[in-house]
């Protein structure tokens, strides 16, 4: 009973005004130290230098909703680039009328993205799903059929591609980069060095190249006659660069396994196919669900090079936007939309990635 | 299909095994049959390029690199012009390659070591604007980054008659940054030796230290004498040479700055954007190593009593840098594979003159294999580079 006042009566004690509240939070984590009061001094006069001047120049001296003339007049930001130009920016050359088809095609991405979300969704009957919708959004975008104008693919730009270009990219290089990572882990001689190679190799140049390999030097292996459009040759090149990221993320999956494992399936009686796809793979391919997402995150960001073999991706509309010579000089203001989309997309994947990490882990 | 032997006396080697089933010789057989394949792909597509150069009357070969370029490039470090061959070209475009690499390699490690710990600060405010940095930058593509830059410097920045001065000296206008430099001077080749005579005395005085530690057990003061020698050099040539302070400033005339050193807008905007990109990981990674050191590592290295400065020298640094230096090396690559992007903005890299060079010769295969071997090899010698700092730092365990 004693002991029980005592500790009431101790614990009724206020703590000291300075360690509790805004005060007391400051003190811990503002200036818990001469060094950080000074760096905490420091950081305020620069943002004070720096947010203000912003704030001024973003939302209170910009205009809106205005025309070029008078946003050359202004001092601030001229936001009203975006809602002029939002149309051929999202969406590029494709025809004005028909734009409603990629914009669906985009919101039955982003649906089957969220639904994917949920792990519980993690079903077959997802991958069906996954399947009839990306054939729907290639039929949207490409047309021909239920009354839809046809759309020629040399149309086909802005945001859609790059979406295209990024998710056709990983899904057809995953299955890919497996079987190269699996070929690398080969008993066979041949295929083992075909494998390191080819993944050495493509890990050894950056994506231009193969771009440019892709735009200029492929066309000549092709006989005579035989064309393949840009779009796909590009897809290609993104394709074969990804695989081989991809190889690389599921070679540490397959490295992470423990040898029991192969040694158990091989006293059942399994063969090579049925070890890997019974018992190897599910685990591997498991463990690398996040490094593979932060794949997409880069797949995604590399496509933005296809400007340079002058695809129309989100970036090669926002450039042929500003040599508009209305809206010439604003490149800021467009050049940050654009950087906000990107953003958009990236910090939902990674932020995603790291609760996957969390709820994958395993604590092996 | 897989049933047991009857029995094991059955399963003597007198039935033979049919070589489908025989996992050795299957194997030899899927592996002729894949490069067989290869080869028959390969063979098809050389006959195609064949009949396609033969057709175009593209000539092969390389040829080419003894031509005339007859093409002007903007920058570059060695004597170049338009009647040099397109050899000298590449040379030029790789050695830009090089030098925007190197700079940007440097800066931004320091730059990415400064963020990293920040993020680690306790400093509430300094570490949430360290994460901020790090999350937005990385989540944007580079190539938008580059064009953000390069679109500041030709649209935002005024020109050079209005030409932003945020430090004496120094110039920021859409012709790029003008800064003074000190004015030619014959000491300053005497400067560059000194430094390198102080580089080699510090590399025997560190070796005949540590020897000397393990004879004898007394430490020397390696690092201050290090500093010590690194500064002392250079300013007693300088002081002897009669220690000329005379600068190159940059004085506006006409319509652009004449005098001291300027800095393309092409270069500075690809410089700041794959440092600022770059620099965003680095931090990342240097943030992973330092917390990759368990904090008892410094609890017990401070209760065997060494400083604080050994602590970090001894113990945190060593153990960080072994987790640190492998991705950091990686992401060294990366920024040197970026700094391909210079293309997209008018940099003359060597992915942008060979770009050019393929142009004017019509030689698409020869140009883009070029491109591809000159960063295989980079990247070749950075791994190797690894393996071999892998093997020297690797845990020996017991």
Redesign the interface.
Same mark, same amino acid.
Do not use: H
């Given at each position: 009973m004693d002991n029980t006042t005592t500790i009431d009566a101790k614990s009724s004690v206020k703590p000291p005004v300075s360690s509790v509240g805004v005060v007391g939070w400051a003190r811990a984590?503002?200036f818990?130290s001469w060094f950080?009061s000074i760096?905490?001094l420091l950081?305020?006069l620069l943002l004070w230098k720096v947010i203000p001047p912003f704030v001024n120049w973003a939302f209170i001296d910009s205009l809106w909703w205005s025309t070029s003339a008078e946003c050359k007049a202004a001092e601030g930001a001229c936001w009203s680039i975006i809602p002029a130009k939002y149309r051929y920016i999202l969406f590029g050359l494709y025809p004005y009328d028909s734009q409603w088809r990629p914009f669906l095609a985009i919101i039955i991405l982003i649906g089957l993205l969220f639904y994917s979300r949920n792990r519980a969704h993690w079903k077959k009957s997802l991958a069906y799903a996954w399947l009839v919708g990306l054939i729907l959004m290639g039929l949207l975008l490409r047309g021909g059929i239920l009354g839809l104008a046809s759309v020629e693919s040399t149309l086909w730009g802005g945001l859609p591609l790059t979406l295209l270009l990024s998710v056709f990219g990983l899904t057809a290089a995953y299955p890919l980069g497996v079987l190269l990572a699996l070929g690398r882990q080969s008993?066979?001689?041949?295929?083992k060095s075909?494998c390191i190679i080819y993944i050495?190799?493509i890990?050894?140049?950056?994506l231009?190249?193969l771009l440019?390999?892709s735009s200029?030097?492929f066309?000549?292996?092709?006989?005579?006659g035989v064309s393949i459009n840009a779009i796909l040759r590009a897809q290609v090149a993104i394709i074969m660069f990804t695989a081989a990221y991809i190889a690389e993320v599921v070679r540490g999956g397959l490295q992470g396994m423990a040898t029991g494992q192969f040694e158990a399936a091989e006293s059942l009686?399994l063969n090579y196919y049925q070890t890997m796809r019974l018992v190897i793979l599910p685990q591997a391919l498991k463990i690398v669900i996040p490094p593979t997402v932060s794949q997409l995150?880069s797949a995604l960001?590399?496509t933005?090079?296809v400007?340079?073999i002058a695809l129309y991706d989100l970036?090669k509309t926002t450039?042929t936007t500003?040599s508009d010579p209305d809206w010439m000089?604003f490149?800021?203001e467009a050049?940050i939309f654009?950087?906000l989309i990107?953003?958009a997309c990236?910090?939902f994947m990674?932020s995603y990635s790291r609760r996957l990490e969390e709820e994958l882990d395993t604590g092996l | 299909m897989?049933s047991a032997p009857e029995s094991p006396s059955q399963a003597a080697p007198s039935r033979a095994i049919p070589f489908y089933n025989d996992p050795k010789k299957r194997?030899i057989l899927?592996?002729i049959v894949?490069?067989l394949m290869?080869g028959l792909l390969a063979y098809y597509?050389l006959s195609?390029?064949l009949?396609?150069?033969e057709?175009q009357s593209i000539a092969t070969g390389i040829g080419f690199l003894q031509k005339e370029a007859a093409f002007e490039i903007g920058e570059s470090a060695i004597e170049y012009s338009a009647a040099d061959t397109y050899g000298r070209a590449l040379v030029v475009g790789f050695l830009n390659t090089l030098i925007v690499s190197f700079i940007g390699i440097i800066i931004t490690i320091i730059m990415g070591t400064v963020v990293g710990i920040a993020r680690l600060?306790?400093?509430?405010? /300094?570490s949430k604007?360290a994460g901020i940095y790090i999350?937005?930058l990385?989540? =944007?593509? /580079?190539?938008?980054q580059l064009?953000?830059w390069y679109?500041?410097f030709y649209? =935002?920045l005024p020109g050079p008659r209005q030409a932003l001065s945020p430090i004496m000296g120094v110039f920021l206008s859409n012709r790029g940054l003008v800064f003074a430099v000190p004015a030619a001077h014959p000491v300053h080749k005497y400067m560059a030796i000194a430094t390198l005579v102080a580089c080699v005395a510090i590399y025997i005085i560190r070796r005949w230290a540590r020897a000397r530690q393990a004879r004898t057990g007394q430490p020397f003061p390696v690092f201050r004498v290090s500093l010590a020698l690194l500064i002392g050099f250079p300013l007693l040539t300088w002081v002897l040479g009669g220690a000329p302070t005379a600068m190159n400033v940059p004085v506006f005339s006409g319509f652009n700055f004449k005098g001291g050193r300027n800095i393309s807008p092409e270069f500075t905007a690809l410089l700041l954007g794959l440092i600022l990109y770059t620099a965003a990981y680095v931090a990342e990674v240097v943030r992973a190593g330092i917390q990759s050191v368990n904090k008892g590592q410094s609890e017990a290295a401070m209760s065997m009593g060494l400083k604080p400065g050994l602590v970090l020298n001894l113990v945190i640094l060593p153990q960080a840098l072994r987790v640190i230096i492998p991705p950091l090396t990686s992401q060294m690559l990366n920024l040197t594979?970026?700094s391909?992007?210079a293309?997209?903005i008018g940099y003359p890299d060597f992915?942008s003159v060979a770009?050019t060079t393929?142009n004017q010769t019509g030689q698409?295969?020869e140009g883009?294999a070029l491109?591809?071997i000159v960063?295989?090899t980079?990247?070749?010698l950075t791994s190797a580079f690894m393996n071999w700092y892998n093997k020297k730092t690797k845990l020996v365990e017991r």
């Open positions: 984590n503002l818990n950080n760096l905490t950081t305020l008993e066979m001689p041949a295929i075909i050495e190799m890990r050894g140049v950056p231009i190249t440019f390999m200029i030097v066309p000549l292996f092709l006989p005579e009686g995150i960001k590399d933005s090079l400007v340079i970036l450039q500003l000089g490149s800021s050049y654009v950087a990107y953003f990236c910090y990674s | 897989q194997a899927f592996q894949t490069v290869l597509l195609n390029t009949a396609n150069l057709k600060s306790s400093n509430w405010l /300094v604007l999350e937005v990385q989540d =944007i593509p /580079v190539l938008l064009f953000f679109a500041f649209n =935002i594979k970026n391909s992007l293309v997209a992915v770009g393929i698409a295969i883009v491109m591809m960063y295989l980079l990247s070749l």
